[in-house]
């Protein structure tokens, strides 16, 4: 069998949650939606589809019989498991194939439908459960970086219970650990990111339609793909300055480090294993370890390639103030196609979105304000709540807007997003409002402090 990607024509009210949107019957610009084409995420898209059009072009894929291909004649999973995603191409000439650790799964591509996931609970009987698995679970980051620094072996059980336990938070809701991925804390880098690398994976495998376990172990290796960094000299890890070339050729060995420390296990996770080695591997061949070019490089490794840029740019680092969400995402689009995979790269900036709650933001009118809640309507114009005022100071009160609603300031100025800012900025730290009390998404806001 091959799989054949075809178009339809459907009245708006034929609509589904997890189809894909490429057209409309009148122009995008002319609609509320941000981008030209998209994945229906929540009866939300529907509506406002119906509200907007008549009928929209959606794409799919169809499976077509192969007569030429018996052997394809197998189920589609058994059918992608006899491809390997984890060759060498530079060594394929020198070693038989069975000395390559064989794929235990494959990109959704060689299936035919995608799985479609709802959130199963509202998002605020999730946050409380999915604070105490974050916490958790950047323990056991932590433990593990450490545990390597002083020679421990790596339990590879309590990393895959401990992500487990997150998949199973993102399945039921993705916005409460995607939320918390938000905060960050520069002396706790290391573990933060791996942890925030393997949650927005996890909900990103969630987003492409993979099945269950196939969304576990891309969390796992999300979790795992730079533990070659134990290995890392600390005075360079934690450099504040620009790396020499001596010292850079040294933190690229972590690719490697991270591969044999992997193999090195009992139990041997391939996609684990591949993903350490090859997280850094770019379209173009100016990657590295090994410089692969865009068919070489395991599905995947692409996609934590993504999330790990995106985390990174987001993170104070040692050498770096975190940017913020929405220039990570514009640097992404940006390379999509020669650095990233460009599909992968544009489903990442939808899922991420613009805006998200727990965003720090700065109106046209100069006063500064966190996105409590997205406008699925209308992505530009989310719920805020202003913390600010136009001189950067703390007003007496904070106050809430809804953008959609076009509301004034104090001055009769329209209320409008200039630009997202990097959470730290003006002395406004989202860790500190949460913890006071400040639940994005959904409520009231209510003698909330800083």
Avoid at 135 to 141: E, F, G, L, S, W
Avoid at 167 to 174: A, F, M
Avoid at 286 to 312: H, S
Wanted: proline share 6%.
């Amino acid at each position: 069998m091959h799989y054949e990607t075809v178009e339809r024509e459907i009245p708006v009210s034929d609509l589904r949650v997890g189809m894909h949107v490429i057209r409309l019957d009148r122009p995008w610009e002319e609609t509320d939606f941000l981008l030209q084409g998209f994945i229906i995420q929540r009866q939300d898209d529907i509506d406002a589809l119906q509200r907007q059009c008549q009928r929209v072009i959606i794409e799919g894929k169809i499976r077509r019989p192969d007569p030429e291909d018996h052997q394809r004649n197998f189920p589609a999973k058994a059918v992608t498991k006899t491809r390997s995603i984890f060759s060498d191409p530079k060594k394929t000439a020198k070693k038989p194939q069975k000395s390559r650790p064989k794929p235990d799964l494959a990109p959704p591509g060689g299936r035919a439908v995608k799985v479609t996931y709802i959130n199963k609970i509202d998002v605020r009987y999730e946050i409380n459960k999915a604070t105490v698995h974050y916490d958790q679970a950047k323990t056991v980051a932590k433990d593990i970086m450490n545990g390597l620094r002083v020679g421990r072996a790596l339990d590879i059980n309590k990393a895959r219970e401990t992500v487990d336990q997150c998949v199973d938070s993102i399945l039921r809701n993705d916005d409460a650990l995607m939320l918390l991925t938000k905060l960050k804390h520069k002396d706790e880098y290391t573990a933060e990111h791996c942890l925030n690398v393997s949650i927005l994976s996890a909900a990103f495998g969630k987003r492409l339609g993979l099945l269950e376990e196939e969304i576990r172990t891309l969390g796992l290796c999300g979790m795992l793909h730079d533990i070659g960094k134990a290995k890392v000299p600390t005075d360079i890890l934690q450099k504040p300055g620009t790396l020499t070339p001596a010292e850079y050729s040294i933190m690229q060995n972590h690719a490697d480090w991270g591969r044999d420390m992997l193999m090195a296990l009992p139990k041997v996770v391939h996609a684990a294993i591949d993903v350490a080695y090859n997280h850094h591997e770019r379209l173009d061949g100016k990657g590295y370890p090994r410089g692969l070019i865009d068919y070489q490089i395991p599905y995947f490794a692409k996609i934590v390639a993504i999330v790990d840029t995106y985390d990174a740019i987001t993170s104070n680092r040692a050498y770096d103030k975190g940017r913020s969400s929405m220039e990570a995402l514009e640097i992404i689009h940006r390379f999509k196609g020669t650095q990233f995979d460009p599909e992968l790269a544009r489903e990442f900036v939808l899922m991420i979105g613009i805006y998200p709650p727990g965003s720090l933001v700065e109106l046209k009118t100069g006063e500064v304000a966190i996105v409590i809640a997205s406008n699925p309507k209308n992505r530009r114009k989310p719920k805020i709540m202003i913390v600010r005022n136009a001189d950067k100071q703390r007003p007496p009160k904070y106050r809430l807007a809804d953008l959609a609603g076009n509301p004034k300031g104090e001055h009769a100025q329209l209320l409008e997003i200039a630009k997202e800012i990097p959470d730290g900025s003006y002395g406004i730290q989202l860790q500190r409002f949460i913890d006071n009390g400040l639940q994005l998404g959904y409520q009231t806001v209510d003698r909330i402090s800083e």
